[in-house]
């Protein structure tokens, strides 16, 4: 409730947000949305289906919370409006409990996802997946049609907790690297890239075993009892030592960094989740720090896209720029819009596909005009819908995560 009272209804935070850019109706705005949770807080209306569909319709970018000039922490205020719904959704409560369980029994537990996701690796690397997409059978398979598109070209080797990664010759610090759920199965490249970037300025990229789901996915959707029981695994797993703890999903980052608050009433974890979450850094930010990073030659025009949870709830918008402009011959493009969502949003394009679907066609338009090489950024889920952006509108541009750029670059230097 005293989240809810900070709002001042001043409206500086609804042009910021994309559900609304979309629908122009203030029950699809920050703004309307906390209203509904207030006139419900306080008894003046029941929870109906109509208020349950306007906050799931909420894409918890945050966009809101970084504009909004009263520090109402919108992103807290979703996490409970969604747990309400968990209490007692008025409509689609089967779904509710199959999402719950799917997060809770593939998602958090490792061997369980890896077996779900091995067959889906096995199809994205082979002949198979041109066959099909030559048929345009894609265009009528639906949400299924759409998660195909938004596969990386090819997928490498998982990067797993405790398994070896790339070491520099002289080690002078050692960070751990956090290998997330998805992230690790899925874009093992980007880790891989991230371990040969950090070599070269010397530092050792840990993949620390015991580590596993951050535990956002479970927060966004109103499961925070459960997100603390795997904040605290992490906690245990990782929270012995001082080394910083280095993350390249935007939205785990995120979700880590607000450990120290999301086990505030936990007396026997509260001090060492507030010191775990001082340890963690966006992979960008920790680079920056580290800047001058060593050669990189990319002459190409890259448009970089703000992560949600990379600029508005971390706020790091600087430093990606920053070490992208410093690589030689690189052009940054800038779109309008780079840092609206794209409609990814963890699992909102699966379970919201019409939004997702117009944010996503917002940056196609975007990326067709300004005709871009390469699409860079900082999270799994908007590198996956950046895949089906340009693979529907037939744009040519390679996406790639940021680190993976300054390894590309770095390699072409020789390093
Ligand atoms: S959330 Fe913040 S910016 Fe939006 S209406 Fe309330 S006080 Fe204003
Ligand atoms: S979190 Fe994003 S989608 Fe949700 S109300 Fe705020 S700006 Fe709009």
Request: charged fraction near 20%.
């Amino acid at each position: 409730m005293e989240d809810l009272s900070k709002c001042v209804h001043c409206g500086l935070c609804v042009n910021a947000c994309p559900t609304y850019a979309i629908t122009g109706l203030e029950v699809e705005s920050p703004r309307g949305r906390i209203h509904l949770a207030r006139s419900i807080e306080e008894g003046r209306i029941p929870l109906t289906p109509a208020v349950q569909t306007h906050w799931e319709l909420c894409l918890q970018c945050r966009a809101c919370e970084a504009v909004c000039p009263s520090g109402v922490p919108y992103g807290r205020i979703m996490e409970h409006a969604r747990a309400q719904l968990d209490a007692g959704a008025p409509a689609g409560r089967s779904g509710r409990r199959l999402r719950k369980l799917l997060l809770r029994q593939v998602v958090a537990r490792p061997r369980v996802l890896s077996g779900v996701l091995a067959p889906v690796r096995l199809y994205a690397n082979s002949p198979v997946r041109g066959l099909v997409r030559r048929t345009g059978l894609l265009r009528l398979l639906g949400r299924m049609g759409m998660a195909e598109m938004q596969l990386p070209k090819c997928i490498g080797t998982p990067v797993r907790p405790g398994k070896g990664l790339a070491k520099p010759e002289s080690a002078a610090t050692t960070a751990i690297l956090f290998t997330g759920c998805v992230m690790g199965e899925l874009f093992g490249e980007v880790h891989r890239a991230t371990a040969r970037v950090l070599a070269r300025s010397g530092v050792t990229a840990e993949a620390t075993a015991g580590q596993g789901c951050c535990g956002a996915l479970h927060a966004h959707d109103g499961d925070i009892d459960f997100a603390r029981t795997l904040a605290r695994k992490n906690i245990d797993a990782l929270g012995g030592g001082d080394e910083p703890i280095v993350v390249n999903s935007a939205g785990c980052g995120a979700a880590m960094k607000e450990y120290g608050e999301l086990l505030s009433g936990d007396a026997t974890y509260r001090d060492t989740a507030k010191a775990f979450a001082a340890r963690v850094q966006d992979v960008t930010e920790f680079l920056a720090q580290l800047a001058p990073l060593p050669g990189g030659v990319f002459p190409h025009r890259v448009a970089y896209q703000d992560a949600c949870h990379l600029a508005h709830a971390q706020r790091i918008r600087t430093q990606p720029r920053a070490l992208l402009g410093a690589l030689q011959g690189c052009e940054l493009v800038e779109t309008a819009g780079a840092d609206m969502c794209c409609g990814a949003a963890g699992i909102y394009s699966i379970v919201q596909p019409a939004m997702s679907e117009a944010l996503r066609a917002r940056k196609a338009e975007q990326f067709a005009r300004h005709r871009p090489d390469v699409i860079a950024t900082a999270n799994p889920g908007c590198q996956m819908q950046y895949n089906a952006a340009t693979r529907e509108a037939g744009i040519p541009a390679r996406v790639m995560h940021v680190v993976e750029v300054i390894d590309e670059a770095q390699r072409a230097a020789g390093l």
